[in-house]
Antibody
Framework: EVKVVDSGGGLVQPGGSLRLSCEASGFTFSNYAMNWVRQAPGKGLEWVSYISTTGSVILYADSVKGRFTISRDNAKNSLYLQMSSLRAEDTAVYYC???????WGQGTRVTVSS | DIVMTQSPPSLSVTLGQPASISCRSSQSLVGSDGDIFLNWFHQRPGQSPRRLIRKVSKRDSGVPDRFSGSGSAIDFTLNISRVEAGDVGVYYCMQGTHWPVTFGGGTKVQVK
């Protein structure tokens, strides 16, 4: 059974940093590109970042470019999102999502507030 | 970036009646290989989104045949032939033909 479990969310002050993690199981992680998608409270879905199978191709939404860094460790079946210079508008539930958007994690909540 | 516009923003449907949601893109979603990467998702309150339809009309495994997708180039539709109580929630379209991937604003479906 394919499973992706997001973790690492929490409350952080504006300007602070946070690292999200996603642990995958039930499939060959190294064969699939991955995405992060977020959803602000009461709002719609926003794609955040993409990483290819080996990490050779990385893409970011303009809203996070230069502040967020996506990475993966295929040996650990894990995906990461390092978030820095956080702003109030980054407050959202962050989902780890498989390449074809067919499997989503349960989401991890990030709140940026003083 | 491609803008995906969904209508209506909300829909109240009688149990057993049909429902239809429209999604229009600001540019053609036909890729260089002829494929159209247009997905539909359903998100129940408090849950993660679930993909229902991929590539315009292909239902995902386990999705009832009450759900169908259609469309071409810039206009797409999700139809629910007979709405059930479990169909409540928000439906999103998403284009994956052009980077960045973009989502529609969502259509909230309520059942009366």
């Amino acid at each position: 059974e394919v499973k992706v479990v997001d973790s690492g969310g929490g409350l952080v002050q504006p300007g602070g940093s946070l690292r999200l993690s996603c642990e995958a199981s039930g499939f060959t992680f190294s064969n699939y590109a991955m995405n992060w998608v977020r959803q602000a409270p009461g709002k719609g879905l926003e794609w955040v970042s993409y990483i290819s199978t080996t990490g050779s191709v990385i893409l970011y939404a303009d809203s996070v470019k230069g502040r967020f860094t996506i990475s993966r460790d295929n040996a650990k079946n894990s995906l990461y999102l390092q978030m820095s210079s956080l702003r109030a508008e980054d407050t959202a539930v962050y989902y780890c999502v498989l390449e074809a958007f067919d499997y989503w994690g349960q989401g991890t909540r990030v709140t940026v507030s003083s | 970036d491609i803008v995906m516009t969904q209508s209506p923003p909300s829909l109240s449907v009688t149990l057993g009646q049909p429902a239809s949601i429209s999604c229009r893109s600001s540019q053609s979603l036909v890729g260089s290989d002829g494929d159209i990467f247009l997905n539909w998702f359903h998100q129940r309150p408090g849950q993660s989104p679930r993909r229902l339809i991929r590539k315009v009309s292909k239902r995902d495994s386990g999705v009832p045949d009450r759900f169908s997708g259609s469309g071409s180039a810039i206009d797409f539709t999700l139809n629910i032939s007979r709405v059930e109580a479990g169909d409540v929630g928000v439906y999103y379209c998403m284009q994956g033909t052009h980077w960045p991937v973009t989502f529609g604003g969502g259509t909230k479906v309520q059942v009366k």
